[in-house]
Nanobody
Framework: QLQLVESGGGLVQPGGSLRLSCAAS????????IGWFRQAPGKEREGVSC????????NYANSVKGRFTISRDSAKNTVYLQMNSLKPEDTAVYYC?????????????????WGQGTQVTVSS
């Protein structure tokens, strides 16, 4: 069974850091574009970052550029989202998703597999 599981969320003070993990079972993440998305209460889901398959090019939403870093650990079949300098507006449920096999970063509706999400709360 193909599955993505996020972890690493929690409560952190403004200015703090968290590292989210997206672990896969049943398939190899290296061959897929992996995106991170978030959804805050009352808001639509938005794309945060993506890393493409193969060459591993990355992109970021303007709101997180310079603060968040996406990366892969092939040996652990895991993609990470390192989040630094967190702000209250980063509070949301964060989801990872896997795109079509061998793809660059697709639009949101073209991701094939989604995790269940992990809550990130930034508050003092």
């Amino acid at each position: 069974q193909l599955q993505l599981v996020e972890s690493g969320g929690g409560l952190v003070q403004p200015g703090g850091s968290l590292r989210l993990s997206c672990a896969a079972s049943g398939f190899t993440l290296d061959y897929y574009a992996i995106g991170w998305f978030r959804q805050a209460p009352g808001k639509e889901r938005e794309g945060v970052s993506c890393i493409s398959s193969s060459a591993g090019s990355t992109n970021y939403a303007n709101s997180v550029k310079g603060r968040f870093t996406i990366s892969r650990d092939s040996a652990k079949n895991t993609v990470y989202l390192q989040m630094n300098s967190l702000k209250p507006e980063d509070t949301a449920v964060y989801y990872c998703a896997a795109g079509p096999y061998g793809s660059s970063c697709p639009t949101e509706r073209n991701y094939d597999y989604w995790g269940q999400g992990t809550q990130v709360t930034v508050s003092s």
